[in-house]
């Protein structure tokens, strides 16, 4: 727990210990010697933490993530949305992630309710987004959907749909979804003083249900490689680059992102605490799903269905391969792993080491935390 009184989730602990340990022997590692019997050389590649956190993991998560999808998605016109919400409700979203998973529904649900009217199975893919420029906690839906439908009888047809009611369905289902978990909800501290039954959650819920809500729609983009970039960029990589971080002076920490509203660079001031505290708010409970897929493209359809749509498209699509470690390292800095530096020649598998079990990891990094500040 912080100073502030602020209270890390156990994940949050969990994510740091793993990615503390990222990259050391302490998470184990993998042997390898030279097939040459006569050169002495071995090597350990040590096993990653494939956290959120962490900037080597999230940018071969980002690669894998993206060589996927670029096999997978047809290629065809698609439409970028994303879906906010009034500021007033980050922080109840924050306290309240159970409720992060039905965002997603609610995205969706009038799509394909338009798509079911027009007798057509349409193509979704959507992510959670929960970082705003300066780190704070903003949850908002990005969702990219396909220009086409399937009918049944397995032809394509252009789908198209009502932005006006896309907006109205938005506001109605996360406003009703608050409504109708009041009794469930923890509400930050700046709501809690005006907020003392149901009736006046109400009020504040009727008041912000007559604003407008932003649902920015982009104009299409004409092929596929564009929108698993879209969507990459944010969904596997840390909230905040290494290159943002501008300056460490006296135990505070300033930030540089892009202002919306100059369209400029700004700097900004966190102490390392308040850095820390926003950083972990953007890791995800265990076992949530960051990205769904609906329509064509859900788990239930795509096997069914993508063929039919690759076939009427024209599309070749090749096996799906994930790059693998030593194929990203030999496209980033020209190296190949797998070869002995002493002979030239191939390293091969020698044993696996395992690394220590997470919950010593997580002792450790608790030991750490409690440790106090000696000032010299």
């Given at each position: 727990?912080?100073?502030?009184?602020?209270?890390?989730?156990?994940?949050?602990?969990?994510?740091?210990?793993?990615?503390?340990?990222?990259?050391?022997?302490?998470?184990?590692?993998?042997?390898?010697?030279?097939?040459?019997?006569?050169?002495?050389h071995t090597k350990v590649i040590k096993t990653s933490?494939?956290?959120?956190?962490?900037?080597?993991?999230?940018?071969?998560?980002?690669?894998?993530?993206?060589?996927?999808?670029?096999?997978?998605?047809?290629?065809?016109?698609?439409?970028?949305?994303?879906?906010?919400?009034?500021?007033?409700?980050?922080?109840?979203?924050?306290?309240?992630?159970?409720?992060?998973?039905?965002?997603?529904?609610?995205?969706?649900?009038?799509?394909?309710?338009?798509?079911?009217?027009?007798?057509?199975?349409?193509?979704?893919?959507?992510?959670?987004?929960?970082?705003?420029?300066?780190?704070?906690?903003?949850?908002?839906?990005?969702?990219?959907?396909?220009?086409?439908?399937?009918?049944?009888?397995?032809?394509?047809?252009?789908?198209?749909?009502?932005?006006?009611?896309?907006?109205?369905?938005?506001?109605?289902?996360?406003?009703?979804?608050?409504?109708?978990?009041?009794?469930?909800?923890?509400?930050?501290?700046?709501?809690?003083?005006?907020?003392?039954?149901?009736?006046?959650?109400?009020?504040?819920?009727?008041?912000?249900?007559?604003?407008?809500?932003?649902?920015?729609?982009?104009?299409?983009?004409?092929?596929?490689?564009?929108?698993?970039?879209?969507?990459?960029?944010?969904?596997?990589?840390?909230?905040?680059?290494?290159?943002?971080?501008?300056?460490?002076?006296?135990?505070?920490?300033?930030?540089?992102?892009?202002?919306?509203?100059?369209?400029?660079?700004?700097?900004?001031?966190?102490?390392?605490?308040?850095?820390?505290?926003?950083?972990?708010?953007?890791?995800?409970?265990?076992?949530?799903?960051?990205?769904?897929?609906?329509?064509?493209?859900?788990?239930?359809?795509?096997?069914?269905?993508?063929?039919?749509?690759?076939?009427?498209?024209?599309?070749?699509?090749?096996?799906?391969?994930?790059?693998?470690?030593?194929?990203?390292?030999?496209?980033?800095?020209?190296?190949?792993?797998?070869?002995?530096?002493?002979?030239?020649?191939?390293?091969?598998?020698?044993?696996?080491?395992?690394?220590?079990?997470?919950?010593?990891?997580?002792?450790?990094?608790?030991?750490?935390?409690?440790?106090?500040?000696?000032?010299?």
């Amino acid at each position: 727990m912080l100073d502030s009184g602020h209270k890390f989730r156990p994940v949050e602990i969990e994510c740091t210990a793993k990615m503390l340990a990222c990259g050391t022997t302490i998470g184990g590692g993998i042997h390898y010697c030279c097939e040459n019997k006569q050169c002495s050389h071995t090597k350990v590649i040590k096993t990653s933490c494939k956290c959120k956190l962490c900037h080597s993991c999230g940018q071969k998560a980002t690669e894998r993530w993206m060589a996927i999808q670029g096999e997978v998605l047809p290629d065809c016109q698609w439409r970028h949305i994303t879906f906010t919400m009034p500021d007033i409700f980050w922080d109840v979203f924050k306290l309240n992630r159970k409720l992060l998973g039905k965002l997603f529904t609610i995205a969706c649900d009038s799509l394909q309710t338009s798509g079911k009217l027009k007798k057509l199975t349409i193509g979704i893919f959507s992510a959670l987004h929960t970082y705003g420029r300066q780190l704070n906690f903003n949850c908002h839906i990005h969702l990219s959907l396909a220009d086409i439908g399937l009918t049944e009888q397995g032809e394509l047809r252009p789908f198209r749909f009502s932005f006006k009611s896309l907006q109205k369905k938005w506001r109605y289902g996360v406003i009703s979804l608050l409504r109708h978990h009041f009794s469930e909800l923890t509400l930050p501290e700046k709501l809690i003083e005006n907020v003392t039954d149901k009736e006046s959650w109400n009020k504040v819920l009727d008041k912000e249900y007559k604003k407008t809500w932003q649902v920015n729609i982009a104009k299409k983009t004409s092929h596929k490689a564009h929108t698993k970039r879209y969507l990459g960029s944010y969904l596997k990589k840390p909230p905040i680059a290494g290159a943002q971080l501008k300056h460490y002076v006296d135990e505070s920490v300033e930030i540089e992102y892009l202002d919306h509203n100059t369209k400029t660079i700004s700097g900004k001031k966190l102490t390392q605490f308040e850095l820390i505290e926003r950083i972990l708010s953007h890791v995800p409970e265990k076992f949530f799903k960051m990205i769904r897929y609906y329509g064509f493209l859900s788990n239930r359809l795509r096997s069914r269905l993508l063929p039919i749509i690759y076939e009427k498209l024209e599309q070749t699509v090749k096996p799906v391969t994930a790059p693998s470690y030593a194929g990203m390292l030999k496209g980033y800095v020209n190296v190949d792993p797998y070869q002995c530096i002493l002979c030239g020649g191939r390293m091969v598998f020698h044993r696996f080491k395992s690394g220590a079990p997470l919950h010593k990891l997580v002792d450790g990094v608790q030991k750490l935390a409690k440790l106090k500040r000696v000032e010299v």
